[in-house]
């Protein structure tokens, strides 16, 4: 058996990777093994068919991220062909948004060649394996979770009735949705993910599941071809890096914009005036959010050039100019540490959801053409092929004898939600559950005029900005998830209690 610690969002995904340590699994498969349980088990949060970021770092290299981002679509369509197909609906999900479902919203999805990428490069159990554990439970049915149940109120009717599988998957026969903890059984899901098992993503981008994914996105005027499945290949980058101390973190890289995000979030916050979160420190806290979300709004969304924006961000931050004006944006995420030293972080997305299921697969499809707040560009968003926007920014650390791997689900709140624990963890000192729990703050820049959203337990600074005030800890701060190895203390794991968690920490050889 392989000595891990695993944090991620369930507890039957931590014992997903336990499983595949069970078989000498390393970092990297156990938490491919344990992401897919999540992507495949939290129906409505998470789907196959989207997105996904992997980043791993082993003691004995340098850090490499994994790009599986989703893609613009529309290879060989000719103009007219283009920005159909999609629906608008409106959902009161987290105070109200607006977002594009439908076979038009579907970008290009990237999740299964990050993974294939992921073991290819790094992980040393059987392909099959990883898989097992998610096929089972999708084949026996698993309990639907609390935090897909949530997000299902809002979206079932207008999102996931789309297609007759999905409908069945999460309804009774009286058409009643299922509730928290009864059994979900997806049609056809078990057979898919069996066949992926036995012929790897390939079938999935070229074969039998491409057909049918790239015929019903065609059919419902939707954008995405099977030459963009067959075209689309994961691409490994140099991660964003950026240091708090001692420590060293790698993040994702541009064309991504959270791991930028999350470096001059951490480069603002650099000279905090004190060693907790007292007001001053929270008031530079709320400072460097706002600089750093206005900066995204006015430059990065729109930018030809994401990678010269992004780098232009994170040297104001640097050389401390970023704060100059304010002084007078549904994931599933997994973090493995093992005995060698290997961190592993993977963060998978599918957007809202666009409520499609190409017929006999059982695999959701993403909307991430659809999400106005982040692919502010629209259905027709730059040249084919070309990557979207993403907050997902999955991290590893490390300073000698110590790594930590952490990540967050949370929308434009991953970032704020990174910034708060790793500075509470590496700056201040924070043991890791205390500094995961802390209440967290988070402005917010959606609306015309920006907000700051505050959880209990804070001492809060005048800000000058309305403010809300939530009565509890809330998963819409995100649902941070970390794991470390350490050689002298060994290893430890915690989850956020913003969302239900599952952590595995082994204690044994």
Request: net charge negative; proline share 5%; charged share 20%.
């Amino acid at each position: 058996m392989t000595q891990i610690a695993v944090a991620t969002t369930s507890q039957s995904a931590a014992d997903a990777a336990r499983e595949v340590a069970d078989l000498g699994g390393n970092a990297v498969d156990c938490a491919l093994a344990a992401a897919l349980y999540s992507i495949n088990t939290e129906p409505g949060v998470c789907a196959l068919g989207g997105g996904a970021f992997v980043t791993v770092w082993r003691e004995d290299g340098d850090p490499v991220t994994i790009d599986g981002n989703v893609a613009v679509p529309g290879a060989g369509l000719t103009d007219d062909q283009r920005g159909r197909g999609a629906v608008k609906v409106t959902l009161d999900y987290g105070g109200g948004i607006t977002t594009l479902v439908g076979p038009g919203s579907v970008a290009v999805p990237g999740t299964l060649a990050a993974i294939e990428h992921a073991w290819k490069r790094f992980g040393s159990a059987p392909w099959q394996a990883i898989f097992e554990p998610t096929v089972r439970a999708c084949k026996e049915g698993f309990p639907l979770p609390a935090s897909c149940r949530y997000y299902l109120g809002y979206s079932g009717d207008s999102i996931f009735n789309r297609s007759s599988d999905g409908f069945s998957a999460l309804h009774h026969n009286d058409g009643s949705m299922l509730d928290v903890g009864e059994t979900v059984i997806v049609p056809h899901l078990a057979g898919s993910l069996a066949a992926i098992a036995d012929e790897g993503a390939r079938i999935f981008y070229e074969g039998e599941i491409a057909t049918a994914i790239a015929a019903h996105c065609q059919d419902g005027d939707g954008m995405l071809t099977a030459d963009d499945l067959r075209m689309y290949r994961a691409t490994e980058r140099t991660p964003m890096r950026v240091d708090i101390g001692d420590w060293s973190i790698a993040s994702t890289p541009p064309p991504a914009v959270g791991g930028s995000m999350l470096a001059a979030m951490i480069l603002a916050c650099s000279d905090l005036p004190d060693d907790s979160w007292t007001r001053g420190a929270l008031l530079q806290l709320v400072q460097s959010q706002r600089a750093c979300l206005d900066f995204r709004k006015r430059n990065l969304d729109l930018a030809d050039d994401v990678g010269s924006e992004a780098a232009r961000l994170v040297k104001l931050a640097r050389n401390g100019r970023l704060l100059t004006r304010w002084t007078s944006a549904s994931t599933v995420h997994t973090s493995v540490v093992d005995k060698s030293g290997t961190g592993c972080a993977v963060t998978a997305s599918s957007g809202y959801g666009s409520g499609e299921m190409p017929e006999g697969t059982g695999l959701w499809l993403n909307n991430c053409l659809g999400e106005i707040e982040l692919n502010r560009r629209g259905l027709d968003a730059g040249p084919t092929g070309s990557r979207l926007p993403s907050n997902m920014a999955p991290s590893v650390a490390r300073r000698d004898g110590t790594v930590l791997a952490a990540g967050s689900p949370g929308a434009d709140r991953i970032t704020t939600a990174l910034q708060q624990f790793l500075i509470s963890y590496l700056r201040f000192g924070m043991p890791l559950q205390q500094a995961i729990a802390h209440p967290r703050l988070h402005v917010d820049t959606s609306g015309e005029l920006e907000r700051l959203m505050a959880e209990p337990g804070l001492d809060l600074p005048d800000t000058g900005l309305p403010l809300t005030v939530f009565p509890d800890l809330v998963m819409y701060f995100g649902g941070v998830a970390a794991a470390v190895y350490d050689r002298t203390s060994g290893f430890e794991a915690a989850a956020d209690p913003r969302r239900e968690g599952g952590i595995f920490v082994s204690l044994t050889e």
